[in-house]
Structures are given as C-alpha cells and as structure tokens.
C-alpha cells in the first residue's frame, strides 16, 4: 500500500490549510462564544467564510464523484487529510460545505436520488443554500438494531403518511434545515432487511414538530443541534421514497459507509490538535522545579498519543483506499475496524491533553479540549455503538478465521 498523498491532494491541502490558518484559525475563540450564547443562529462571518471557500475551490470536497461545477471530483482517500485537517476546529467543516448530516444525505440523493429528487435538493444542498437532518434513531427502541426502528410509511394513493418520533436528529435545529431523510418502515410483514424505507420529508410539513432541542454532554452544538421531532400524520407525494420501497438498508449502508470514515477523519484532526497544544502546554509550564515536558510520565503520554494517532490514520486511510477500490461492501470490515479504533483513540489522546492542561483543559473559553473529548465520545454512540460494530467484527472474524 502506498498511501502518499498524490498532487492534486497535496495542492489542496496546502490551500485549505492556508485558507483555515487566515479565515477559520483566528476567529475560533470569538465563533464558539457566540453560536454558544446566540442559539440556534447562523454567525454573521459563516456565509461571507462560505462565499470565500468557494471561490478558493475548496467546496464540496467530500464528494467522491464529480458533479457538476458543485464538486473536485476526489475520491475518499484523497479526502481524508483534508477531512483531517477540518477536524481541528468543530466548527470549521461547514465553511467547505463538508459537514454532517448534509454530507451523507448529499451522497445518498447523488448516489440514488431520482432526477426530480435531485433537482429539488441535491443541487440546493451542493450549493450551500439549505441544511438537512438525518431522522433515524427512535427514543422507544434500540436504535443500535435499526430493524427496531418503528415509523411508519404508509402508502395512502398519491402520498405516504408518516408517522413517528425520532430523536438525535443532528441538523434538525439548524434554521436552514428545509429537509429531512426519515427512515421508517412501509411494510412490518416484510423479511427483516426489507420493512425498512427511507423518504424526504421538507421541514415545513404539516404535521412536523420540533419537541426540543437535545444537549450532548450539557452542550446544544449550535447552530446546527440535536432534535427530537415529531412526526405525526405527515404527508408527502409518493415520489418522495428514495429508491424504492423496502430499500432503506441499502441506501443506509451506501450512505453510513463513508459517513463513518468521514467522522473518523475529523477526529483525527482534533486528536493530533490535542497532541499538538498538549506539547506546547508541557514545555510552557514548571512544577517541582522542572519543565512538565521533562517529566517522564508525560513524555510517555505524548509518545503513545503519537503512536496512536498515526495507527489511526493509517487504518482510516486504508478503509479509505478499500472503498475507492472495491465499494463499501467489500471494504465493511475495514470501516468497522476503524470505527471502533477512532473515537477511543481520539478520546483518549484528548484526555491525556486535559490532564497535561489542568483546570485549563476543561474550560471551554480556553481551549477546544473539552467540545473535541464530548464529541470523540458522542461518536462512539453515533453511526453505529461500539458494541454492535465490535459485534459483527468479530463474528465476522471468527468465520473467516476458524483457526488451524
């Protein structure tokens, strides 16, 4: 495997970390203050900041496909050292329009959306002009077993009905969000990868409740956030199913595929921003009369924060490079691997850094220590709990692997 960067890669990383050191860098600080004391409201620099990134050719990066004018075109392993390098500011993904959910609805409509369905919003979606939710997980199943979840789909002549509550619906409290995919299930007698759909649902819908927001770790993630909705006697036109009744699981698959590298990526980046504000903190402070960075116990910490981070990226890169290669079928157990890997890692790193900052690494108004370590852990909830991802790793392992 080689996994050097190739030119086109490295020219836009140089611009994109050129870009965020003038653009995104200095006004981290100011950012995180406001949207956290101005809820649910886009900050004033984010669409001139939007404006620039594309201009400066550095918009829709995620897409592995070209679009049109919307995209470069790159495939999932020149993405991802530039997934990284956004993921070393929270914040810093939407200003390239490469933030979750919009990135995996946008795959799912390019990949299987109808020619109406992309008109209608896909391109806006490309073009920055609206935000999406993804509607999955319910509060009343275990949602780590999706054939629980319970929302129906119910074909009613030239529309479906749904019907439903979800929750964790990041994008939700977005105040661009003008669409939602909800999966659900149009047929409960079906065999079990089957029941499943999924449909768009605009966000203006009769029937449609916002119920509230929802914290993560005693934060709302402004202006995006978390909701949990309502859905209730909501009816869209039939054309609004994507791909076909019974499809959902595939179209989740396709999308979860690259969404769960995606994050992985990203985590990456604030795991190797830790490491890096954990160095300069260390060889900063004195205490006991030496450098902290003197300190055998911390140079232990930075050197396995280092070994960590780089195992992780070179397992990202290699799910990366499997997917471009052979699909997201074949590269399953790769995106596992690393699913499991990246947000432990990451979490750990990042708290080692907590520590080597003291008091400072849990104030939020000081460092970005304490948003990264809640987000690391939320992702080993989101897009699949550890457990269910170490669960059919493993069983897949033991089969293919009986021993000799």
């Not at 979606?125 to 609206?130: D, K, S």
């Not at 260390?282 to 780089?310: D, H, M, N, P, Y």
Request: proline share 5%.
């Amino acid at each position: 495997m080689n996994f050097e960067y190739n030119q086109k890669t490295k020219d836009l990383l140089a611009r994109l970390k050129a870009f965020i050191a003038e653009h995104i860098a200095p006004l981290d600080k100011e950012y995180t203050a406001w949207t956290s004391q101005n809820l649910w409201q886009v900050h004033p620099a984010m669409p001139g900041l939007k404006e620039k990134a594309r201009a400066a050719g550095l918009w829709n990066l995620f897409l592995p496909e070209e679009y049109g004018e919307y995209s470069p075109g790159l495939t999932n392993l020149e993405y991802a050292p530039l997934a990284e390098e956004m993921g070393r500011y929270l914040w810093c993904s939407e200003v390239f329009n490469c933030s979750a959910p919009d990135t995996g609805n946008m795959e799912v409509l390019a990949k299987y959306g109808s020619p109406a369905q992309r008109q209608q919003w896909l391109l806006p979606l490309l073009a920055g002009e609206i935000r999406s939710a993804f509607l999955m997980t319910e509060p009343e199943v275990a949602s780590s077993d999706a054939t629980n979840i319970c929302t129906s789909i119910v074909r009613e002549g030239d529309e479906y009905v749904v019907n439903g509550r979800k929750w964790w619906s990041t994008g939700a409290m977005h105040p661009d969000c003008k669409m939602y995919i909800v999966i659900g299930k149009t047929d409960p007698d079906a065999a079990r990868h089957q029941q499943q759909s999924m449909i768009l649902v605009p966000a203006a819908t009769p029937g449609v409740r916002i119920v509230r927001p929802l914290d993560a770790f005693h934060t709302y993630d402004s202006p995006f956030g978390h909701a949990e909705v309502e859905l209730k006697d909501v009816r869209v036109p039939v054309e609004n199913i994507i791909l076909g009744e019974g499809r959902g699981f595939e179209v989740a698959q396709g999308r979860l595929g690259p969404g769960r590298i995606h994050h992985c990526m990203r985590l990456i980046g604030a795991a190797q921003r830790s490491l890096e504000l954990m160095c300069a903190r260390v060889q900063s402070r004195t205490a006991f009369g030496r450098e902290l960075s003197k300190f055998s116990s911390i140079r232990q910490e930075v050197a396995r924060s280092a070994c960590e981070i780089e195992q992780a990226r070179l397992l990202t890169l290699s799910a990366a490079d499997k997917i471009d290669r052979e699909g997201i079928k074949h590269a399953k157990e790769l995106v596992s691997m690393i699913k499991i890997v990246a947000p432990t890692m990451a979490q750990t790193v990042i708290d080692r850094a907590i520590q080597a900052h003291g008091g400072m690494g849990v104030s939020g108004a000081d460092t970005p220590l304490a948003a990264f370590w809640a987000y690391a852990r939320s992702i080993r909830l989101a897009d699949g709990p550890d457990e269910v991802h170490m669960f059919q790793l493993g069983r897949n392992v033991i089969q293919r692997l009986p021993g000799a």
